[in-house]
């Protein structure tokens, strides 16, 4: 029937569309777990439950025996075959599964799996299956629906708890959705979870940008990463502020600096890749990153109005602060910080050319 993405397979169910089979493949678990839940909600009929057969390798007799069930209820009957793993089954088993997928009568089958994201990957190209996959590939795209499910962007994570908080009774108000995606990166499981909490904690009704600020998922390194892009954009005293909330909350200055250093390589290895031809995304896995690229692209964004001396300058900074703090100065670590977030301000404003020992 159809090869189709994200965005075709949540028109397909919005549309209330059913198929004789579907094959869901993503490097993704939330997407495959959540879309699997919206598509027995479809398939069922109220009172039935699925017949799940987990994977990595399913029991193929089980699938067989549940496809030609009969229902008591005279509806199709739906059989889950969850997180399945070509690669791991038998070529046998694979083509009856296949046959299976084409020729089920009494029974709809969904079956879910794990791809891997390729390392390097042309602009334009999708997702793929490994060769052992094919065949049910095929099958799937002959009678039913297969959908590859791109890992999330930005934007389709902003999307996502938009609808998610609406599904709960709730709604962001604008930008605090951006925020939340900013602090959390791009984890659906996280998201949906923070996005849970926030709603309780605003009594199902608006989430606004300064409750995501005040109760979402915190930690150092996304903290000290806004500080830095506040401060290179032209955002002094928010960058300020947020150092000062950082040594308020008792974080250990060493751990800041380690931080703000961190914010800065990461500037200067996607300048460097940027100017061999090199995208943040590939930088990112080439740097073996885990996790969301944003940082990556973000940092790219704040590096372009600098020099690469100015960059190199931000570099030399860091590692006075660094010595400073570790070398036993009798200066309080928390004004060191502060000194150096200045210094940092004036090599990017263009007023100090270096910072030498």
Do not use: H
């Not at 159809?2 to 089979?21: H, P």
């Not at 061999?276 to 940082?295: E, V």
């Not at 109005?305 to 860091?318: H, K, M, N, W, Y």
């Not at 000194?339 to 910072?355: C, F, K, S, T």
């Amino acid at each position: 029937m159809a090869a189709v993405d994200l965005a075709g397979l949540n028109r397909s169910i919005s549309a209330g569309e059913k198929a004789q089979t579907y094959l869901l493949y993503s490097p993704d678990e939330y997407l495959l777990d959540s879309f699997a839940r919206r598509l027995s909600g479809l398939l069922l009929e109220e009172g039935e439950e699925p017949t799940v057969l987990p994977g990595p390798v399913p029991d193929i007799g089980q699938a067989v025996a549940a496809a030609g069930a009969i229902s008591l209820f005279g509806t199709k009957r739906l059989v889950y075959l969850s997180r399945i793993e070509p690669t791991a089954m038998r070529a046998d088993d694979i083509k009856l599964l296949a046959e299976l997928m084409q020729e089920a009568e009494n029974a709809t089958l969904l079956l879910t799996m794990i791809v891997k994201e390729p390392e390097y990957k042309k602009k334009g190209a999708g997702l793929t299956v490994p060769a052992a996959a094919k065949p049910l590939l095929a099958a799937a795209e002959k009678v039913g629906i297969a959908a590859a499910l791109e890992k999330p962007n930005e934007a389709s994570a902003v999307r996502f708890v938009n609808r998610r908080a609406e599904e709960i009774g709730a709604s962001f108000a604008p930008g605090a959705a951006e925020e939340l995606v900013r602090r959390c990166g791009i984890d659906l499981f996280l998201l949906s979870a923070e996005t849970e909490k926030l709603a309780a904690a605003c009594g199902y009704d608006r989430i606004d940008g300064q409750l995501v600020s005040r109760m979402s998922v915190r930690n150092i390194e996304a903290d000290v990463f806004e500080m830095i892009r506040a401060l290179l954009t032209g955002k002094g005293r928010e960058a300020f502020r947020r150092l000062n909330e950082l040594i308020y909350l008792q974080n250990d200055p060493i751990s800041i600096a380690a931080a703000m250093n961190g914010s800065f390589v990461d500037m200067v290895r996607v300048r460097a890749a940027a100017a061999q031809g090199i995208g943040y995304q590939q930088a990112f896995k080439t740097m073996k990153n885990k996790g969301s690229d944003y940082r990556y692209k973000k940092s790219l964004e704040t590096a372009r109005p600098f020099s690469d001396a100015q960059l190199a300058g931000f570099l030399v900074v860091l590692d006075r602060l660094d010595r400073r703090l570790k070398g036993g100065s009798t200066v309080d670590k928390s004004t060191l910080l502060q000194m150096a977030l200045g210094e940092l301000l004036l090599v990017g404003r263009g007023e100090m050319q270096y910072a030498d020992s």
